[in-house]
Nanobody
Framework: VQLQASGGGLVQAGGSLRLSCAAS????????KGWFRQAPGKEREGVSC????????YYADSVKGRFSISVDNAKNMVYLQMNNLKPEDTAVYYC?????????????????WGQGTQVTVSS
C-alpha cells in the first residue's frame, strides 16, 4: 500500500497550488479520500474529504470556497486544488484514505497515509 503526495511548494498569498496524491496497492475506489494538514506546533487537521460512495465532499470552514477536492478512480489519484492561498494555509499536507467509516471519517478512521508535501504561503 502506498500513497504519494506531491505538488507542494512556495507561493505568494493569493496564489494557487494543486496537490496530487497517487495511490497503489489497494482498491482505491472503495475508500473515502481525505486531505489533512499540520502546521508547526499544531495538531493535524482535516482539510477536505470525498466520499467513495456518492462523491459527497466535506471542507473545513477555513478553506470553504477556496479549496476543491476531486478524484480520478481510473488513475488512482486524488487532488486538492487550492486557490486564494493565505499565509495561514502554510503546513505539511497529507493525503489519506478511510474504509467503511462514518461520514465524514474521523481522523482515527484513516488507515493509510501519504508522506506529506510542504505548502508555504508567503505574505
Amino acid at each position: 500500500v502506498q500513497l504519494q503526495a506531491s505538488g507542494g511548494g512556495l507561493v505568494q498569498a493569493g496564489g494557487s497550488l494543486r496537490l496530487s496524491c497517487a495511490a497503489s496497492g489497494f482498491t482505491f475506489a472503495d475508500f473515502h479520500k481525505g486531505w489533512f494538514r499540520q502546521a508547526p506546533g499544531k495538531e493535524r487537521e482535516g482539510v477536505s474529504c470525498i466520499s467513495s460512495s456518492d462523491g459527497s465532499t466535506y471542507y473545513a470552514d477555513s478553506v470553504k470556497g477556496r479549496f476543491s477536492i476531486s478524484v480520478d478512480n481510473a488513475k488512482n489519484m486524488v487532488y486538492l486544488q487550492m486557490n486564494n492561498l493565505k499565509p495561514e494555509d502554510t503546513a505539511v499536507y497529507y493525503c489519506a484514505v478511510a474504509y467503511g467509516s462514518s461520514w465524514p471519517p474521523q481522523l482515527w478512521e484513516y488507515s493509510y497515509w501519504g508522506q506529506g508535501t510542504q505548502v508555504t504561503v508567503s505574505s
